[in-house]
């Protein structure tokens, strides 16, 4: 990396990082706001604290994009005001070589966003949850959450399911070829064992036939169904909650039982196109200081990417929530910004001379 590389690079990342931890704290203080109205229970002021910081790194991550293209602004338009850049050019650097190496920053960020999105945020924010979750209930008899899982023919009903895994009763309904209901079973409970077997105690099967009902008991049981621990868990889970691993079995098991998987699918093409727009942040920055931004003040870099990030922020958003209700292509409506901001890039780097 040559020293030129590395200035900007530094000066770049600086800039982006002093954005962050400002946007962190305002969105940190709007969390903590926001779960001032669901204290209950054990969960108080600083439960309440503990999940607002255990929410930072997905909230990092969704707000990376934003701070990468305001901070490369005040950065890049910091060298531009002390005529730095120009001197860059006068010394035979190209607009293309600027690129590349505003973009090394971009890749360090890249990085950096990859990390936060799939191993330390999903982690942390179901962790959060759970948290809170158990904080607010653990004095009711009711912990827990109800869970509807489809294995093939059969479909079960967890009655109570906390984070351990350990179920109380569980239903069963079984189908035939023809979708005609076979059987109905109940047990008064029910688990996982190491080897993915599901052991239901005190199991009672109704089943269905052109003869007749036959009831069938049993006070220990065991079934071999496609849905373990991590499928239950992923199930229970909000899809931000899960890590890209955890996103693509899952759709994988809703695929193969012909369930819905457009909001997961929704997810982790969102999550990879906020990724990589985080590469072309720095770059975009670039053709601003080229114009007439280059003799403006932070101020005013500072407003032209409060507007883009903005902008590209709600259009993404608005697209991934339409996409959902109007059922369209996850893949498309997630990508269609990061394509856009790549066109708008490329036709403003294209007009410096």
Not at 155 to 161: I, S
Not at 249 to 254: E, F, H, M, R, S
Request: aromatic share 10%; with cysteine.
């Amino acid at each position: 990396m040559s020293l030129l590389s590395a200035y900007m690079m530094r000066t770049i990342l600086a800039s982006t990082a002093l954005v962050l931890v400002v946007l962190l704290a305002l969105a940190g203080l709007f969390e903590f706001i926001g779960e001032l109205d669901d204290i209950k229970g054990d969960y108080q002021t600083p439960q309440v604290i503990l999940f607002t910081a255990l929410r930072l790194p997905n909230l990092a991550f969704e707000m990376l994009p934003v701070a990468a293209l305001i901070g490369s602004l005040l950065g890049l338009g910091a060298l531009a005001g002390n005529s730095e850049i120009i001197v860059m050019r006068s010394a035979g650097l190209s607009v293309t070589r600027l690129a590349s190496m505003v973009a090394v920053s971009g890749a360090v960020m890249l990085v950096l966003t990859g990390l936060l999105g799939e191993f330390i945020g999903p982690p942390l924010d179901f962790y959060a949850r759970d948290m809170r979750m158990e904080a607010r209930y653990q004095k009711d008899d009711d912990l827990g959450s109800d869970a509807w899982v489809k294995d093939g023919p059969v479909y079960l009903h967890l009655e109570r399911v906390n984070s351990e895994f350990e179920f109380g009763s569980i239903y069963l309904f079984r189908f035939d070829d023809e979708n005609k209901l076979a059987s109905i079973a109940q047990a008064e409970n029910s688990g996982i064992d190491d080897q993915d077997n599901w052991i239901l105690e005190n199991l009672r099967e109704t089943k269905f036939s052109n003869d007749g009902v036959q009831v069938v008991e049993s006070s220990v049981a065991v079934e071999s169904f496609e849905v373990n621990a991590e499928l239950l868990g992923n199930s229970l889970a909000k899809p931000l909650s899960l890590s890209a691993r955890g996103l693509l079995v899952y759709i994988d098991y809703l695929k193969r039982n012909n369930l819905d998987a457009s909001q997961y699918e929704s997810e982790i093409w969102y999550r990879a196109s906020r990724t990589l727009t985080v590469l072309i942040m720095p770059i975009l920055s670039l053709a601003f200081v080229f114009g007439s931004l280059r003799s403006g003040g932070a101020g005013g870099r500072l407003m032209i990417g409060v507007v883009v990030g903005l902008a590209y922020y709600l259009a993404s958003e608005t697209l991934a929530n339409s996409g959902q209700v109007f059922d369209l292509n996850p893949a498309v409506v997630n990508w269609l910004p990061l394509l856009v901001l790549c066109a708008i890039t490329a036709f403003a780097l294209r007009r410096v001379r």
